[in-house]
């Protein structure tokens, strides 16, 4: 089983406020997502990085940025919340070459008010 | 558009019968298939994977089918039991790409 943790697992802010959301894994992996769920949706990618100083956005247009300095940690920050942010967002990790399984953390469930 | 269909949210079966995930992919470029299990406030679970090169793999009381010429796959549990009760996603992915591609997912509810 992977090792893969966010913090929090639950947060309630209000509107304009800046949040970073934490992302940890300590598998070594290079390749590491983040995706965002709505319930009863499917989830969708929206910012992926290959490895340190790496990151791309994923198919999901969002206002989020992050960041990927070390291997192990991949934060994902929003300047301004607003109630449209209100998600579930999920983190994920993969191996590499040769593996499509993308190992999950627990998520973190974001609600703005 | 969606790449990836699952189309039944909600399957309801009873202990010990079998439970069939279906899903269906419009993208002939996908390779690979995988199916998740997610409980609410976790994040997903790996299951079961697919290369496009097999029709079946098996794992235990998991067993994913492919058949390419319908672009379809599915995920048989059998016997079902009430811990299997979560929401399964399937996703794809298409060789060279580092994504995943996810359906809506479907509730299964397995009951005594």
């Known amino acids: 089983e992977a090792d893969i943790y966010q913090t929090p697992r639950y947060l309630v802010i209000g509107t304009g406020k800046k949040i970073t959301l934490e992302c940890s894994q300590t598998?070594?992996?290079?390749?590491m997502y983040w995706y965002q769920q709505d319930p009863g949706m499917e989830l969708h990618l929206i910012h992926y990085?290959?490895?340190?100083?790496?990151?791309e956005k994923g198919d999901l247009s969002s206002e989020s940025t992050v960041s990927r300095i070390r291997t192990e940690h991949f934060p994902l920050t929003l300047e301004s919340a607003r109630p449209s942010h209100t998600s579930q967002y999920l983190c994920?990790?993969?191996?590499?070459?040769?593996?499509?399984?993308?190992?999950f953390g627990p998520g973190t469930r974001l609600t703005v008010t | 558009d969606q790449q990836v269909k699952q189309n039944s949210p909600s399957l309801s079966v009873q202990e010990g019968r079998i439970s069939i995930l279906n899903c269906d992919y419009t993208n002939s470029m996908f390779d690979y298939f995988l199916w998740y299990k997610k409980y609410p406030a976790e994040g997903p679970t790996f299951l079961i994977s697919i290369s496009s090169i097999k029709d079946k793999n098996e794992d235990g009381r998991f067993t994913v089918f492919l058949n390419k010429s319908a672009k379809h796959l599915s995920l048989h549990i059998v016997p079902s039991q009430p811990g299997d009760s979560a929401v399964y996603f399937c996703a794809a992915s298409a060789a060279n790409t580092d994504k995943l591609i996810f359906g809506t997912g479907t509730r299964l509810q397995v009951f005594p």
């Open positions: 990085s290959y490895g340190v100083n790496s990151t």
């Open positions: 994920a990790s993969r191996k590499g070459l040769g593996t499509y399984e993308q190992y």
């Open positions: 598998m070594g992996h290079d390749k």
